[in-house]
């Protein structure tokens, strides 16, 4: 009983006795207060910024209606092309003298030749070169058809100069230039001797 009453006592004198004094020795920790999460104060929650972004506003694109919408098709008028004729052409110029050769043919009569038909025409005709006839794309229209022609052989042996008029109705493809070709009618006219040689030298011209 003693034991308990001194012990009781003792209690009671260190409950109130007052506390240890802070010297500087050493700081008394004190522990930190937590806060009650399970607290059911309502918590006020700040809300982030919205953030708008701005827009600036788009403006109409004018659209050019002559881009859009095709031009009609036009059809440019068609100028005809002038039929141009090819020219009757002719080589040799009536005038022109030639130095060249004749032969004749054989003693027929001429029913056609390039210049058209011979019936009722004077036997005494002649056919030119090609190339110095120079026909065009129809023959019958060549300027130099149904002109006349001189021509003159000299004969050596008699020492004269022949002389015969003839008229262009012919064209002798085979001819070489300046050779000319008399019908049989028109050789006899210079002359046996001419005759005699079957192609000799003559000189000709177209007449005007």
């Known amino acids: 009983m003693k034991f308990i009453t001194i ?6 004198v260190l409950a109130n006795a007052s506390p240890i004094p802070n010297r500087g020795l050493f ?8 806060s009650n999460l399970t607290s059911n104060a309502p918590t006020e929650v700040q809300s982030a910024p919205v953030v708008t972004e701005t827009v600036a506003p788009i403006s109409p694109v004018p659209i050019n209606l002559t881009t859009v919408i095709a031009a009609p098709n036009t059809i440019a008028p068609v100028t005809p092309t002038p039929v141009t004729t090819a020219p009757a052409t002719g080589g040799i110029q009536p005038g022109t003298q030639v130095i060249g050769t004749a032969s004749f043919d054989s003693p027929r009569p001429q029913t056609v030749g390039s210049c058209g038909p011979m019936d009722g025409l004077p ?5 030119i070169n090609g190339m110095q006839m120079n026909n065009g794309p129809n023959p019958n229209d060549n300027p130099l058809c149904h002109k006349t022609m001189t021509v003159q052989f000299e004969d050596k042996t008699s020492l004269t100069t022949k002389t015969v008029t003839v008229k262009v109705m012919d064209t002798c493809a085979s001819c070489k230039l300046g050779e000319i070709v008399l019908s049989n009618t028109a050789a006899q006219k210079l002359g046996q001797a001419f005759m005699n ?7 000709w011209l177209i007449n005007q």
């Open 7 to 12: 012990a009781v006592l003792a209690f009671s």
């Open 27 to 34: 700081r008394r920790q004190e522990q930190p207060q937590v």
């Open 123 to 127: 036997v005494d005709v002649v056919a």
């Open 197 to 203: 040689q079957g192609r000799a030298q003559v000189s």
